[in-house]
């Protein structure tokens, strides 16, 4: 479960078989604080890398803009890729099951809320792929 901002628009996909997959990054962050012992914590802000799929990737990419703020739910997902330069790089990332957003808009229709919380389409399908591509 996060909640964050969204940094920037979606990146919106459609796949060869139809479904559409969206990515987006969100930046939480946790506030400056002082402890008990007077120690000063910083305010750290860590970005995460969600990943949508089929109806609510749509959804997204209808509602959700750069600086909204979400409520998330999903599980990591861990791979690694070689870079250009043959660099080995790994990506963590979280396909999210369920979306809230937070954020308060002029139209009420922009408020949406994922009605897929089972995690799987109107025709029963998961929202997760199970060829385990991200792309």
């Not at 969206?22 to 002082?34: I, K, M, P, Q």
């Not at 402890?35 to 914590?41: I, M, S």
């Not at 954020?103 to 199970?130: C, F, I, L, M, Y």
Request: hydrophobic letters at 30%; glycine letters at 8%; proline letters at 4%.
């Amino acid at each position: 479960m996060l909640i964050g901002n969204v940094g920037k628009d979606p990146d919106v996909r459609y796949r060869d078989n139809g479904y559409c997959v969206a990515s987006v990054t969100l930046a939480t962050t946790d506030r400056a604080r002082t402890l008990p012992n007077g120690t000063q914590v910083p305010e750290r802000t860590e970005w995460h890398n969600l990943v949508f799929w089929r109806g609510l990737a749509e959804t997204v990419e209808k509602y959700v803009h750069k600086g909204d703020k979400l409520y998330v739910e999903g599980s990591l997902r861990s791979h690694s890729y070689d870079d250009q330069n043959g660099i080995k790089r790994y990506v963590t990332e979280v396909y999210v099951d369920n979306m809230e957003m937070l954020s308060s808009r002029a139209n009420p229709k922009q408020n949406v809320q994922d009605q897929q919380t089972s995690g799987q389409d109107e025709a029963g399908v998961s929202q997760t792929p199970t060829d385990g591509m991200p792309f």
